[in-house]
């Protein structure tokens, strides 16, 4: 006895920093993307998030205001201006060719073309300088290395909430995310409720058959699921992925539902029977209510694996803008090349908003669904 007893503090040691590491394994990336929304797409591009609070190297590339703008002052046409225009930061360097952004310190002068001269000051400011009155043209391009402070906006927000369309695409996923969570949740409590307590031949042979739909990749029957929508004529429609999706989640319901409904006491369903009820009414009247954890267990699950579904809505709905869902439309922001990275991180965090506010109001119930089963019952 005095082995197990003296093991189990060890034990709880090695659970609770098991639980810790992987808290902080799935926090600290997402703690990453949250920062990396609210900082300047700029720095975004050339720093970490874990530089957010420091400042950052920059190389930039600004032009000088047109030639034509230069005042006399003291027998020399002078032009001013600021290479950060309206921004702030501390110049390092400065250049006239981008193969060498930092060829000239501060407050050195650079010779450019036609005798005329370039300063650049740690502020920003600069000061071209020309021999003679200079012809009109375009400003000189001015190449700087740069440090700024730590810069946070809300732009990136604001690109991704009111881009043209998010609004439809919003709607689209909730007209394709509700009915594809609650009709499989509906069809499997009946056959779960069937396979834990209804004698018929092939019992076994069936479920057995459900779990092994369990390891089937959803991806090998896309393709011949779209073409057999395409010829009854419910391709491409909110239908199609409704059934779709009904398909692809009904192993998993109701294999977690049967272990929680094999679970519950045999001697309330037996009273139940003895009583004259049938088996729609104790489904109705004792099943349904008892194993809500599982229900909303499997719900919490059918609810964001088709929120944050892309592919089977890009396979059956396809990139039509009326029917176009949320992960469609951000993927659309990203642009071809999909290197907009306060994007990508913003667009994150907005589509999380619902399935946060779903797993929080039902979260009580995932933790006893997913143990039903593992116990065996009285």
Avoid: C
Avoid at 56 to 63: I, K
Avoid at 175 to 200: D, G, N, S
């Amino acid at each position: 006895m005095s082995t197990p007893v003296g093991s189990r503090p060890a034990l709880a040691w090695v659970v609770n920093i098991s639980v810790i590491l992987l808290v902080a394994l799935w926090t600290l990336p997402t703690f990453g993307i949250l920062v990396s929304s609210l900082r300047d797409k700029d720095q975004l591009a050339v720093s970490g998030w874990w530089t957010a609070l420091t400042s950052s190297e920059r190389n930039l590339v600004a032009r000088a205001a047109p030639p034509e703008n230069a005042t006399l002052e003291g027998g020399r046409y002078v032009l001013t201006g600021n290479v950060f225009e309206g921004g702030s930061g501390e110049v390092t360097g400065f250049g006239i060719s981008s193969r060498d952004p930092s060829a000239f310190a501060v407050g050195e002068e650079a010779e450019l073309r036609g005798g005329a001269t370039l300063t650049v000051e740690a502020n920003g400011d600069y000061t071209i300088a020309y021999a003679g009155e200079p012809e009109p043209g375009r400003g000189q391009r001015i190449f700087v290395s740069s440090v700024e402070p730590p810069k946070f906006t809300t732009a990136n927000y604001e690109n991704v909430l009111f881009s043209e369309g998010l609004g439809k695409s919003f709607i689209n996923t909730m007209t394709v995310t509700i009915p594809a969570t609650v009709i499989p949740i509906l069809i499997a409590a009946y056959a779960a409720y069937a396979l834990a307590w209804m004698e018929f031949p092939g019992r076994a042979l069936l479920l057995a058959a459900i779990v092994g739909l369990l390891v089937v990749p959803l991806q090998m029957s896309l393709i011949p699921l779209l073409r057999l929508y395409n010829t009854v004529g419910i391709g491409k429609s909110f239908i199609g992925i409704w059934l779709a999706h009904t398909g692809f989640g009904l192993p998993l319901a109701i294999y977690l539902l049967r272990n929680y409904m094999a679970g519950l006491p045999r001697e309330i369903i037996e009273s139940a029977r003895v009583d004259g009820a049938s088996d729609f009414e104790i489904f109705r009247k004792i099943i349904l209510p008892l194993s809500f954890p599982a229900l909303a267990s499997f719900a919490i699950f059918q609810f964001l694996w088709v929120w944050n579904d892309l592919l089977v809505a890009t396979v059956f709905l396809g990139n039509n803008e009326e029917q176009l869902v949320l992960t469609g439309r951000l993927r659309e922001l990203l642009g071809s090349r999909g290197g907009n990275w306060e994007i990508l991180t913003a667009s994150a965090f907005v589509a999380i908003v619902v399935p946060i506010l779903v797993f929080f109001a039902m979260q009580r119930y995932l933790v006893r669904g997913l143990l039903a089963g593992s116990v065996k019952g009285g």
